[in-house]
């Protein structure tokens, strides 16, 4: 009887040290996620894997004022030519002070948008923009990373390039 006792015990002690095992280990990982959300949070910057698509009324439209007019990098042939367009940054809406924060900022430096972006259409070429089929959009990707960096947020989801004339 003593010996049934004594293994009740020894049973009882690993089941309790495993349970107290399983308890630790989850907290632990639970406290690393709650941190890497609350991360992401504070800077503004998500997974942009995360990133779902947003709805028209989810973003919030900033022009980079007037229409950007330079001239594009001289091609093989010599010839010398310009692009005017019209840029224009999304930022996501949906995430209340954050959003305010980065609308305020990229409203606040609009000139540094403007010049980043100025800086990477004067490096293209004609044929870069007008005989690729996806120019533009490569040029809208290439700015939006740009200004993301620049302003260190992905809430910046967007960059649309419109009205550009070419000669």
Request: overall charge negative; aromatic content about 6%.
């Amino acid at each position: 009887m003593e010996k049934n006792k004594f293994m009740l015990v020894i049973i009882l002690a690993v089941l309790v040290l495993m349970l107290g095992t399983i308890i630790g280990v989850s907290l632990y990982v639970l406290n690393i996620m709650q941190n890497q959300a609350l991360e992401a949070e504070d800077t503004g910057n998500r997974n942009p894997q995360a990133i779902r698509k947003l709805a028209v009324e989810e973003k919030t439209p900033i022009e980079l004022g007037e229409p950007l007019q330079t001239n594009l990098k001289t091609d093989d042939d010599g010839k010398s030519r310009y692009i005017q367009m019209l840029v224009t940054v999304e930022v996501d809406n949906t995430q209340g002070k954050e959003s305010e924060a980065v609308i305020t900022l990229i409203n606040r430096y609009l000139y540094v948008a403007r010049s980043i972006t100025f800086n990477l259409v004067r490096n293209r070429t004609y044929a870069d923009v007008q005989d690729n089929p996806d120019g533009v959009s490569l040029l809208e990707r290439e700015i939006l990373e740009a200004l993301r960096d620049e302003f260190e947020s992905n809430l910046i989801v967007g960059v649309v390039i419109s009205d550009y004339i070419m000669q």
